[in-house]
């Protein structure tokens, strides 16, 4: 029996109409930080208090997905609300863009900015975009007010003349290694900046965005570099964790992130806004003490194990969703575009399949989502997929090092409630769970179509 909701979430669900009334959003998202990396997820060294307090006051989901296991096509996913094979980001030649890249984002893609933009909201970008660096790609093309940030990761445009070779620039690296270009929208403000500034400076302008808007309604979308390698954060952060410099630079973005809610709660804002917190994808763990934990989950970044997709989500809005709770259902960061539209009153794109759905129930802890079923690609190859607490593997493939994947028939099968690490396989016994996840695959590939290809230009 689902249990009466608080009047604020019940005025949330039946909609909101004057732009007063309308919540502003906040997407804060890392690059690379793995779904163990938090102590509110289970980790004992590395202390995220302010990610911790998100949790304790909001909802914390334990089975959150990524759309994709590496940079570009994640965050394609996030902004569009569909997955990004769909819109031509995805890649198994060329897995994400990179300085020579000359495509992006398609203009005809509609992004959670471009749509709330559209419903009045003041919209910025702040941090990593990695979505195409040249126009009509970048953040202003896609609904965005303003940027502020490098356009790629930040281990790109490396200088070979400078520094070491190999992995140990990467292991004691300095800014000038990296020749990125910090970004003020359409215009490059510096080359090779401080990336030991970088986490601190996305925080001061995120700040100076919400207290510029802060009669709303806004939607700021902060997507930190860190902690993507090479590693950097201020002096301030230098050896507070005892996990070394990886734990040094995840408490940096956790104080970044209490930095956002505290000025949300000093301008009165927390009650008129939704927090998300996420990551892109798992941890890139051929980076051994540089890299982060994907916790009992099995392998990292670029990998369709759980341990490439699953990631930390936290939301937060006081008074809406209730404090406290931990959610068990899946969703994934495509349903922040849903969820986001529905809480702004704007209805879903006619023209175009969303993957996304509206998680509000799961929120408020109201009701649950009817699922289709979760689509695992690793570029443009379907790897696994999962209905319910099943999950099947026709490839599985390692994140880096393994040159081809290998092939499962019949498919891998694990039930992730009881063994969410992937290590005992039941498909020999559980014919009708793959037989029903085989079904759901057929369904879901009848709707994709063919689209130009924007990482291998």
Same mark, same amino acid.
């Given at each position: 029996?689902?249990?009466?909701?608080?009047?604020?979430?019940?005025?949330?669900?039946?909609?909101?109409?004057?732009?007063?009334? %309308?919540?502003?959003?906040?997407?804060?998202?890392?690059?690379?930080?793995?779904?163990?990396?938090?102590?509110?997820?289970?980790?004992?060294?590395?202390?995220?208090?302010?990610?911790? *307090?998100?949790?304790?006051?909001?909802?914390?989901?334990?089975?959150?997905?990524?759309?994709?296991?590496?940079?570009?096509?994640?965050?394609?996913?996030?902004? @569009?609300?569909?997955?990004?094979?769909?819109?031509?980001?995805?890649?198994?030649? *060329?897995?994400?863009?990179?300085?020579?890249?000359?495509?992006?984002?398609?203009?005809?893609? &509609?992004?959670?900015? @471009?749509?709330?933009?559209?419903?009045?909201?003041?919209?910025?970008?702040?941090?990593?975009?990695?979505?195409?660096?040249?126009?009509?790609?970048?953040?202003?093309?896609?609904?965005?007010?303003?940027?502020?940030?490098?356009?790629?990761?930040?281990?790109?445009?490396?200088?070979?003349?400078?520094?070491?070779?190999?992995?140990?620039?990467?292991?004691?690296?300095?800014?000038?290694?990296?020749?990125?270009?910090?970004?003020?929208?359409?215009?490059?403000?510096?080359?090779?900046?401080?990336?030991?500034?970088?986490?601190?400076?996305?925080?001061?302008?995120?700040?100076?965005?919400?207290?510029?808007?802060?009669?709303?309604?806004?939607?700021?979308?902060?997507?930190?570099?860190?902690?993507?390698?090479?590693?950097?954060?201020?002096?301030?952060?230098?050896?507070?964790? *005892?996990?070394?410099?990886?734990?040094?630079?995840?408490?940096?973005?956790?104080?970044?992130?209490?930095?956002?809610?505290?000025?949300? %709660?000093?301008?009165?804002?927390?009650?008129?806004?939704?927090?998300?917190?996420?990551?892109?994808?798992?941890?890139?763990?051929?980076?051994?003490?540089?890299?982060?934990?994907?916790?009992?989950?099995?392998?990292?970044?670029?990998?369709?194990?759980?341990?490439?997709?699953?990631?930390? =989500?936290?939301?937060?809005?006081?008074?809406?969703?209730?404090?406290?709770? &931990?959610?068990?259902?899946?969703?994934?960061?495509?349903?922040?575009?849903?969820?986001?539209?529905?809480?702004?009153?704007?209805?879903?794109?006619?023209?175009?399949?969303?993957?996304?759905?509206?998680? *509000? +129930?799961?929120?408020?802890?109201? =009701?649950?989502?009817?699922?289709?079923?979760?689509?695992?690609?690793?570029? @443009?190859?379907?790897?696994?997929?999962?209905?319910?607490?099943?999950?099947?593997?026709?490839?599985?493939?390692?994140?880096?090092?393994?040159?081809?994947?290998?092939?499962?028939? +019949?498919?891998?099968?694990?039930?992730?409630?009881?063994?969410?690490?992937?290590?005992?396989?039941?498909?020999?016994?559980?014919?009708?769970?793959?037989?029903?996840?085989?079904?759901?695959?057929?369904?879901?590939?009848?709707?994709?179509?063919?689209?130009?290809?924007?990482?291998?230009?």
């Amino acid at each position: 029996m689902l249990r009466l909701l608080a009047l604020p979430a019940l005025l949330i669900l039946i909609g909101l109409s004057s732009a007063a009334e %309308k919540p502003n959003i906040v997407v804060i998202y890392a690059d690379d930080l793995g779904y163990g990396d938090l102590s509110c997820y289970g980790h004992p060294t590395i202390h995220t208090p302010h990610l911790d *307090r998100m949790a304790a006051e909001g909802v914390r989901f334990t089975e959150f997905y990524s759309a994709a296991e590496v940079c570009t096509p994640s965050r394609a996913a996030l902004l @569009t609300g569909r997955y990004p094979v769909r819109s031509g980001m995805a890649s198994s030649k *060329r897995r994400v863009l990179f300085p020579e890249s000359k495509g992006g984002l398609p203009p005809s893609e &509609i992004t959670l900015a @471009t749509a709330l933009h559209g419903a009045g909201y003041a919209t910025a970008a702040v941090g990593k975009w990695h979505l195409g660096h040249l126009s009509p790609h970048l953040p202003t093309d896609h609904g965005f007010d303003s940027y502020f940030g490098i356009p790629y990761s930040n281990d790109m445009d490396r200088r070979a003349e400078l520094g070491p070779r190999g992995r140990a620039a990467f292991l004691e690296p300095k800014s000038e290694y990296w020749n990125v270009p910090l970004m003020r929208d359409k215009e490059i403000l510096e080359r090779a900046p401080d990336q030991t500034q970088l986490t601190r400076r996305y925080t001061d302008e995120a700040v100076k965005f919400i207290r510029s808007h802060r009669e709303g309604p806004f939607f700021l979308y902060l997507a930190h570099s860190m902690p993507h390698v090479p590693l950097f954060r201020s002096k301030a952060f230098e050896g507070i964790s *005892r996990r070394g410099l990886y734990g040094d630079v995840v408490q940096e973005v956790d104080a970044s992130v209490g930095r956002v809610l505290d000025t949300l %709660k000093e301008l009165g804002l927390q009650q008129r806004t939704l927090v998300v917190f996420s990551s892109d994808n798992g941890p890139w763990l051929i980076f051994d003490q540089q890299g982060g934990s994907a916790g009992l989950l099995r392998d990292g970044k670029g990998s369709t194990w759980e341990g490439g997709m699953r990631v930390p =989500g936290i939301f937060w809005w006081p008074d809406t969703i209730p404090a406290g709770q &931990i959610c068990r259902d899946w969703a994934s960061t495509m349903d922040i575009f849903a969820t986001g539209l529905a809480i702004a009153g704007v209805p879903l794109p006619a023209d175009r399949t969303i993957d996304g759905q509206d998680i *509000r +129930p799961l929120l408020t802890g109201g =009701g649950s989502v009817p699922r289709e079923g979760f689509f695992y690609y690793r570029g @443009t190859d379907l790897f696994a997929a999962r209905t319910g607490p099943w999950k099947a593997h026709w490839k599985t493939q390692t994140g880096y090092g393994q040159k081809a994947p290998d092939d499962h028939q +019949p498919p891998l099968l694990f039930q992730l409630d009881v063994d969410p690490g992937e290590s005992w396989s039941q498909s020999e016994t559980h014919a009708a769970e793959v037989s029903a996840i085989d079904a759901a695959v057929a369904r879901h590939r009848a709707t994709l179509k063919p689209v130009e290809n924007q990482l291998e230009k």
